[in-house]
């Protein structure tokens, strides 16, 4: 059974930073292509970075300030978020690429003051 725990969100002033992180146990990490989703209110979840088992990441427009990255011993997702702004807050999901629907876990919400 697939479990996603996602953790490091909180409430950070704008300009700061945060690291989020996803704990992956099941069939999902290995090899997979891996990605940061996120919903704001009244949006759409989007992609904001994936990256392969390999290591290559791909971006989703964050100018830089995000960095994805992976621990494949551990079986652990991270996402180091500089210079965050406002429009940044959402609630923060880790799944695979495409994204599995039934590995869906709470996610971590991210709060940026203004």
């Known amino acids: 059974q697939v479990h996603l725990a996602e953790s490091g969100g909180g409430l950070v002033q704008a300009g700061g930073s945060l690291r989020l992180s996803c704990a992956a146990s099941?069939?999902?990490?290995?090899?997979?292509?891996m990605g940061w989703y996120r919903q704001a209110p009244g949006k759409q979840r989007e992609l904001v970075a994936s990256?392969?088992?390999?290591?290559?990441t791909l971006y989703n427009s964050m100018e830089g300030r995000f960095t994805i990255s992976r621990d494949n011993a551990k079986n652990t997702l991270y996402l180091v978020m500089n210079a965050l702004k406002p429009e940044d807050t959402a609630i923060y999901y880790c799944n695979a690429v495409p994204a599995a629907y039934s590995a869906w876990g709470q996610g971590t919400q991210v709060t940026v003051s203004s």
């Open positions: 099941g069939n999902i990490f290995s090899d997979n292509t």
């Open positions: 990256i392969t088992g390999g290591g290559r």
